[in-house]
């Protein structure tokens, strides 16, 4: 794939990874085919949906299952989000989670 199409990519898709993966995302870009590398990079989760998603529904845990986490989304369902607690801490590390999980799911992927 060409430079410039793999940096539209990471210019649409880099926010939904950590900045220190950014590099080894790009070299593996540049590997692949243009339209599958974007279809690749369309299926992560987007960080803001998740913290959106986790400020108004995650005390049902909602905003784990969407980033996959289904075992910590049924203890939160359970516990409805810990009593209040853990759905508050989970404001201000969903969207970490949600950047970690998509790089990990890229690096299985390629």
């Given at each position: 794939?060409?430079?410039?199409?793999?940096?539209?990519?990471?210019?649409?898709?880099?926010g939904?990874?950590?900045?220190?993966?950014?590099r080894?995302?790009?070299?593996?870009?540049?590997?692949?085919d243009?339209?599958?590398?974007?279809?690749?990079?369309?299926?992560?989760?987007?960080?803001?949906?998740?913290?959106?998603?986790?400020?108004?529904?995650?005390q049902?845990?909602?905003?784990?299952?969407?980033?996959?986490?289904?075992t910590?989304?049924?203890?939160?369902?359970?516990?409805?989000?810990?009593?209040?607690i853990?759905?508050?801490?989970?404001?201000?590390?969903i969207?970490?989670?949600?950047?970690?999980?998509?790089?990990?799911?890229?690096?299985?992927?390629?």
């Open positions: 794939m060409e430079k410039n199409q793999v940096s539209q990519l990471i210019a649409l898709y880099g939904r990874f950590p900045e220190y993966a950014l080894d995302i790009y070299t593996q870009l540049e590997n692949m243009f339209s599958e590398a974007s279809i690749r990079m369309a299926q992560t989760k987007d960080p803001i949906v998740a913290l959106l998603i986790s400020i108004f529904l995650g049902f845990g909602i905003d784990r299952f969407y980033i996959g986490d289904t910590m989304g049924v203890l939160k369902l359970i516990t409805c989000g810990g009593c209040g853990w759905t508050i801490i989970d404001w201000f590390l969207m970490g989670d949600t950047k970690t999980k998509n790089y990990n799911k890229i690096n299985e992927i390629f």
